[in-house]
C-alpha cells in the first residue's frame, strides 16, 4: 500500500538507530572508563559483588600498612631494648670488678660513679623512648602495656603483643614497708591524703602520671569489702597541683592500697592524711635498687642484673617472634589483596578486546541505518510520479 502520513519504513529505521545508539554508547563507556560495570542498570548483582570486593580490597591494602607500622614501632622498642642490654652487659661487668676484696672503698666509689649514670640512662630510655608520640617501654602504651594491631580487612582481626614496662624494673618507688613495692598503704574509715604540688616535680612518676592525662590511680583491694565500698580516687588538679585522693568511708576498717610509679632516681615525696598517719619509705625495685658500695651489695647487684638481662632477653624474644609474624602477615595480605583485584576485575573490569568489536559493530550499523533511513525517506517521493499522469 502506498500512504504518505504514515512512512513505516522510517519508523521502523528511527527505532534501528535508537537501540544501536544506546548500544554504541555503552560501548564507548566501557572503552572510556575501563569498567563493564559502570551503573547498577549494567549489572546490579556484579555491582554489588564488585564494591564488596573494592572494601576487602582497602580494607586488606590498610591492614598491610597497619602491619608495617607494627613492624616499625617493634623495631624502635627492640632497639631501645638493645640499649637497655648493652648498658646491663656493662653493669654487669663493674659488679663483678666491685665484688673482688682487692678493691677499696674508694675504688668501689669510682665505680658506682658509672654504675648509677648507666641505672639513670636505662630509666631515662624506660620512660623517654617513644613511637609516634607515645611512650612504649613505661606500660603506658596501649591496654597496660598490650598494644593491639589490626592485621585484616575485618574487626577482630588484630595481633597483640605485650612491649613490656621497663619503667617498672627501673624505677624508685614508695611504700610503707609493710607491703608489697609500688604501695601506699593505710586502714582508716575515712581519710584523705595529697603529695605536695612542689614535691611532684621531685617525683618524676607521678608527675609522669599527671602529664600522661591519667585521672585516677589505681586501686588494689586488700580484703573482702568491694572497692566500690571503699574508694574514691580524684586528681584534684591537672597541671601539676596537688595530687589528691579521697577515701570513701570504709565501714569494716579493711585496708586499702594505692599504687603508683615514679621514674628514676628520686626523693620520696612527703604524704599527708587527715585521720591517720601514713609513714612512707622508699622501696627501690629492679635495677635502682642495687649498689656496688660493698663487695656484699656487689654480688647481690650481680644477682639482680642477671634476672635483669634475662627478663629483657624474653622480651627481646618476644619482639622477634611478633616482627617475623607481622613480616608474614603483611606478606599474605599483600597476596590476598592481589587475588581479590584479580576477581573483582573479571567481575567489573571492560573487556577491551570484546567492547571494541561491539564499538565497530554498532557503528558500521550506524552508518547503514542513517542510510536506510534516508532511503526510506525518499521512498514518498515515488508519489509524485502517479500524480504526473
Do not use: C, H
Not at 95 to 122: C, G, K, M, P, Y
Not at 133 to 144: F, P, R, T, V, Y
Not at 330 to 352: I, P
Amino acid at each position: 500500500m502506498t500512504v504518505i502520513n504514515t512512512n513505516v519504513g522510517a519508523t521502523i529505521t528511527q527505532n534501528a538507530l535508537a537501540k544501536n545508539d544506546r548500544l554504541m554508547g555503552q560501548a564507548m563507556e566501557r572503552l572510556s572508563t575501563g569498567k563493564r560495570i559502570n551503573s547498577a542498570a549494567d549489572d546490579a548483582a556484579g555491582l554489588a559483588i564488585s564494591s564488596r570486593m573494592t572494601a576487602q580490597i582497602r580494607g586488606l591494602d590498610q591492614a598491610a600498612r597497619n602491619g608495617n607500622d607494627a613492624i616499625a614501632m617493634i623495631q624502635t622498642a627492640d632497639g631501645a631494648s638493645i640499649e637497655i642490654s648493652n648498658m646491663l652487659q656493662r653493669m654487669r661487668e663493674l659488679a663483678i670488678q666491685s665484688i673482688t676484696e682487692t678493691n677499696t672503698a674508694t675504688d668501689r666509689a669510682n665505680l658506682s660513679v658509672e654504675f648509677v649514670a648507666l641505672q639513670d640512662e636505662i630509666s631515662r630510655i624506660s620512660i623517654s623512648t617513644q613511637w609516634n608520640g607515645e611512650n612504649i617501654l613505661d606500660g603506658s602504651a596501649g591496654s597496660e602495656g598490650t598494644v593491639t594491631y589490626q592485621v585484616g580487612s575485618n574487626a577482630d582481626q588484630t595481633i597483640s603483643v605485650d612491649l613490656g614496662d621497663w619503667a617498672t624494673s627501673g624505677a624508685d618507688v614508695y611504700s610503707n614497708g609493710a607491703d608489697s613495692a609500688n604501695n601506699i598503704s593505710y586502714t582508716a574509715t575515712t581519710a584523705a591524703f595529697s603529695i605536695p604540688a612542689a614535691e611532684i616535680d621531685n617525683a618524676a612518676g607521678v608527675a609522669q602520671v599527671i602529664s600522661d592525662g591519667v585521672t585516677s590511680v589505681s586501686v588494689t583491694q586488700v580484703d573482702d569489702a568491694t572497692v566500690a565500698e571503699q574508694v574514691t580516687a580524684i586528681q584534684a588538679a591537672t597541671d601539676y597541683g596537688d595530687l589528691l585522693f579521697t577515701v570513701a568511708a570504709n565501714t569494716d576498717g579493711d585496708g586499702l592500697v594505692f599504687t603508683y610509679k615514679a621514674g628514676g632516681s628520686v626523693t620520696a615525696p612527703t604524704v599527708t592524711e587527715a585521720a591517720a598517719a601514713v609513714t612512707v619509705t622508699e622501696d627501690s625495685s629492679g635495677t635502682d635498687g642495687i649498689s656496688l658500695s660493698t663487695s656484699a651489695l656487689a654480688a647481690e647487684a650481680l644477682a639482680s642484673i642477671d634476672t635483669a638481662i634475662n627478663g629483657i632477653n624474653t622480651q627481646r624474644a618476644t619482639y622477634g617472634a611478633v616482627m617475623n609474624r607481622l613480616e608474614y602477615v603483611v606478606d599474605n595480605l599483600a597476596n590476598v589483596s592481589q587475588n581479590a583485584a584479580a576477581s573483582r576485575s573479571r567481575v567489573e573490569d571492560a573487556n577491551y578486546a570484546e567492547e571494541t568489536t561491539e564499538l565497530a559493530r554498532t557503528q558500521i550499523i550506524q552508518q547503514a541505518g542513517t542510510a536506510m533511513l534516508a532511503q526510506a525517506n525518499q521512498s514518498a517521493q515515488s508519489v509524485m510520479q502517479l500524480l504526473k499522469g
